[in-house]
């Protein structure tokens, strides 16, 4: 099948190319972003594969319908940047990489924690300008402390596993109780009681209209003074104005994210050399007790291997039978954004 590639990176274009000597599907690499401006390059393709900050509209998707486009093939698990009704009204079906290393971002969420509580950053830069202090990189003992894992799905539980392996007390929530995460000690309770009662707390749900700022100044309220509180799913769980006024009142001792609100401007690229417009990302870098990484928990090579399997798998399977058993259907996206 032949396939328009956006937003693609030197990484996205090694990993896909090897995948593809078993599929040979014609491939055609972009490196720029899918949007208005760009759009009328996939007039001919098929299929178009993106990326997590390429937003697909109305005004979009009818332009690929027109041009051919059938197919829509995320390198991503999730969908929200897609607008599923005017795709499924169009005829164009979606998929998706539903799990592609579920260890990768529990692993780089427990890195965050790890990196927080024991003031890694502070360290390094101090230990490179010769400074030996130890002064003010107090931590705690991970053992015996209250983790609240929100969003108990295949990255959350492996999220749990890897905390319970440190002696740490399970709390979580999620509309389904997930059978692993009972069997390891972790025990359920309500959103207000997670936030009292968590030390951590670390994010492992979906955006959906009913997660968007989950974390708000009523929720930060609700928190122990000093909690450690950690994203590595969506950015727009946490309303980030809220959580500077947390940090700057102590409510929030510790913000470690690797996703952030308004990321689809920033994150990938290399802004080294410009100013940064966005007063409230830069605000956040301000604090000590803040380690933002730009969105990087999924980037290992074993992701990127998952990745660019699944994705060629599921456009050859449509290309072959006109299904997916990775489809992203309407219906399927509405009830679970009702949940």
């Known amino acids: 099948m032949k396939i328009a590639f956006f937003n693609t990176k030197p990484y996205d274009r090694q990993s896909f190319n ?8 014609e491939i055609v690499f972009f490196e720029c972003h899918l949007s208005n401006e760009t759009v009328s390059l996939a007039a001919g393709f098929a299929a178009v594969c993106i990326f997590i ?11 690929l319908a027109k041009g051919g486009t059938k197919l829509i093939a995320l390198r991503s698990a999730g969908f ?23 260890y990768a971002v529990a692993e780089h969420a427990v890195a965050l924690v790890l990196s927080l509580n024991r003031k890694v950053h502070r ?22 402390s209250t983790v609240g894992v929100v969003g108990t799905g295949r990255i959350g539980a492996i999220f749990a596993q890897i905390m319970r392996g440190f002696g740490c007390k399970l709390i979580g929530y999620d509309a389904y109780q997930n059978p692993a995460c009972l ?3 972790m025990t359920y309770v ?21 997660t968007r700022y989950l974390i708000d100044a009523v929720a930060i309220a609700k928190m122990k003074t000093g909690t450690m509180l950690i994203n ?36 990938f690229e290399d802004l080294s050399n410009e100013v940064i417009q966005d007063d409230v990302f830069q605000r956040l870098l301000t604090f000590p007790n803040v380690i933002v990484t730009g969105h ?24 072959t039978s006109g299904n997916c058993v990775n489809e992203v259907k309407l219906e399927t996206a509405i009830a679970t954004n009702s949940k």
């Open 183 to 185: 069997a390891m000690g």
């Open 296 to 319: 990087q928990a999924f980037f290992t090579s074993h992701a990127l291997a998952n990745i660019a399997e699944t994705t060629l798998a599921n456009i050859a399977e449509f290309e």
């Open 190 to 210: 309500s959103m207000p009681e997670l936030l009292a009662s968590s030390d951590i707390i670390s994010l492992h749900c979906p955006l959906t209209p009913d």
């Open 123 to 144: 360290a390094y830069n101090r230990v490179r300008e010769g400074n030996f202090s130890i002064e003010g990189l107090l931590g705690f003992d991970l053992y015996g």
């Open 232 to 267: 590595t799913s969506r950015g727009a769980l946490i309303d980030t104005q809220a959580a500077i006024d947390g940090l700057k009142s102590g409510a929030i001792g510790y913000l470690g994210i690797d996703v952030y609100e308004q990321e689809a401007d920033l994150f």
């Open 18 to 25: 090897t995948a593809n000597g078993t599929y040979q599907h």
């Open 53 to 63: 900050n390429d937003y697909l509209n109305a005004e979009m998707l009818e332009i």
């Open 80 to 102: 929200n940047h897609v607008d599923l009704a005017t795709a499924a009204n169009l005829g164009i079906t979606i998929v998706r990489v539903p799990a592609y290393s579920p």
